[in-house]
């Protein structure tokens, strides 16, 4: 790899430890991918911001005590648990000074305590072209095939690598020779009213990612109509079924408007369909519930919006959570501030709905709660929730998930792909 | 006897160990136990068995970018693989081992081979692998 005089200063340790060891991680790493040299970029988004395993929390504070500062701006993913109401969340005594230190440790690097894994909807926000360089599986996605930013899908721990120096190698995702589609995916058989119905979009993101695995893809006949948190739901299901980087949706992804900007003027390798029975056979295989009771609702994979959190307030107006069930949303502090202004927050409070900020339901205490069945309007949550948590769980649209609060019985209303 | 089997370095090191095979990718975070190195997905071809101290050979990686934290817990508490063998090596698994090195000075080679090469290993074969030289030594 070609190196400037500055970087091969560092390597010596001329700026100190932490710089020394993050630059040598991101050489070592530009070396393994062919990478010619290193590359500015504008922004970090953090991954490992959870506290999982000592030896992440031991990388970061070494690197915090050393003296290192964040090169760029850098937000930060969940933390694991709420860091303010985190007894509230169940988490016991022992465990929660080492979520303290991480978050601490961050800090202190001077990164921004967005606490999120939909940075993209507040924070700091990249433009059409920018060169950053993100963590955190759905956020890449989006970054890439929303806004036409330009990331790889970085690790945990090589994203504060690349804050601390604010660099990355030049390789991969960054260049535009490799953002060029190699398979096309055709939306078949699909009618306008299946598209107004929210939980299209997660089941079609999980259904691209099992089919594009790590390759880019482009997809043909995703309305215009779609919105930011219908993408939002697809790039995170997309995420979690494959190592998803970047996919082209054809007209709403900035450099593919055409069929011929997606393959660069060449011809995809491939193609494949997805068609409505496939959307409701995604439906049931991230289905791995066996009963009907549910006692846990979980929403907010990824963080909810104000619009989200609107359209919840909307379907629960008048009801009530039954006794038998929690319902729990996620969001960010600065959503949080923001529905708590205007009220929303005391309605859902007032049905028996708990807003949680800075956490992920994935990482829930599950010790100190007996969930037995959760449900969720996440294709993410519901692809990882049985194999991480143990806990069983069904995927519904939003006003499924309720409709099932309210009942404490797995309700479905009928949907297009699913008619009764 | 001996018999040599030429690859492509990902991450340079040198260690020695015994082989076990799989031919579906694996995800570190969720399929490997952190404390343990044990395989802890049900669905796993290798579940139940124990990555610590192998050289472990599976085709490529998948899933979620938290891998190369549970690669690196892994060599903290001596439960990591001796060396990993691959088709194709995303950034995500090269990352640990990487992070590892200038972390803790513990290598953990990886080694990519084309795909007859890589049917040549089996489970339970005692290799060395040079990711270095980029050369396995299977020793008969």
């Known amino acids: 790899m070609r190196l400037t005089d500055e970087e091969k200063s560092i390597l010596d340790g001329k700026q100190g430890e932490a710089a020394r060891i993050a630059l040598s991680v991101l050489v070592d790493l530009g070396e393994v991918f062919g990478a010619e040299s290193l590359m500015p970029v504008s922004q970090v988004h953090i991954d490992a911001t959870l506290y999982m395993v000592d030896a992440g929390l031991q990388f970061v504070e070494k690197l915090a005590n050393l003296g290192a500062k964040t090169a760029v701006p850098t937000s930060l993913n969940p933390s694991a648990i709420d860091l303010v109401r985190w007894k509230e969340l169940g988490v016991s005594p022992e465990i929660f000074p080492k979520h303290h230190r991480l978050a601490a440790a961050y800090i202190k690097m001077q990164a921004i305590p967005t606490w999120t894994c939909a940075p993209y909807q507040q924070g700091i926000i990249p433009r059409f072209g920018e060169q950053i360089a993100w963590g955190e599986s759905n956020a890449i996605a989006f970054a890439n095939s929303v806004i036409g930013a330009r990331t790889n899908r970085y690790a945990d721990l090589m994203d504060i690598c690349a804050a601390i120096i604010g660099k990355v190698p030049k390789f991969g995702l960054h260049l535009s020779r490799n953002r060029k589609a190699k398979m096309l995916i055709e939306l078949k058989g699909f009618t306008g009213s299946m598209f107004e119905n929210d939980a299209i979009y997660p089941l079609l993101g999980y259904l691209v990612g099992e089919i594009a695995s790590d390759q880019v893809a482009a997809v043909l006949g995703m309305p215009p109509s779609v919105t930011f948190d219908n993408l939002k739901g697809f790039f995170a299901g997309a995420a979690s079924s494959g190592a998803v980087g970047l996919c082209h949706l054809v007209g709403i992804t900035p450099e593919a408007q055409s069929l011929e900007m997606c393959f660069q003027g060449s011809q995809p390798e491939n193609v494949l369909q997805i068609t409505p029975e496939m959307i409701a056979d995604s439906e049931h295989r991230l289905q791995t519930v066996q009963s009907e009771g549910i006692d846990w609702i979980t929403t907010g994979c990824p963080h909810y919006s104000p619009a989200e959190f609107m359209r919840l307030a909307e379907l629960i107006n008048g009801e009530k959570v039954h006794s038998s069930v929690a319902f729990w949303a996620f969001t960010s502090r600065t959503v949080y501030a923001w529905i708590k202004e205007n009220g929303i927050l005391k309605q859902l409070a007032d049905a028996g709905i708990t807003v949680f900020t800075d956490g992920c339901p994935l990482q829930y205490p599950r010790e100190s709660w007996n969930f037995s069945a959760a449900m969720t309007d996440s294709a993410k949550f519901a692809n990882y929730c049985y194999s991480q948590t143990g806990l069983p769980s069904a995927f519904g649209s939003l006003a499924d998930c309720v409709d099932t609060a309210v009942s404490g019985k797995i309700r479905r209303r009928e949907s297009p792909w699913n008619k009764k | ?140």
Request: with cysteine; charged share 20%.
């Open chain 2, 1 to 140: 006897m001996e018999q040599k089997i030429k690859g492509r370095c990902v991450v340079p090191g040198i260690a020695a160990g015994e082989v076990l095979v799989t031919s579906q990718p694996i995800s570190f975070w969720g399929e490997v136990d952190p404390a343990t190195g044990l395989i802890n997905d049900p669905q796993h071809e290798l579940f139940r068995q124990s990555v610590a101290g192998k050289v472990l050979v599976f085709p490529f990686g998948k899933g979620s970018s938290t891998g190369s934290l549970i690669m690196l817990e892994l060599a903290r508490v001596g439960k990591a693989p001796a060396a990993i063998v691959n088709v194709r090596t995303e950034p995500i698994l090269a990352t640990g081992p990487i992070v590892c090195k200038h972390f803790y000075g513990k290598e953990i080679p990886i080694i990519s081979l084309v795909e007859k090469s890589f049917q040549m290993l089996e489970t339970g074969q005692y290799v060395t692998v040079n990711a270095t030289e980029k050369v396995i030594i299977i020793h008969h």
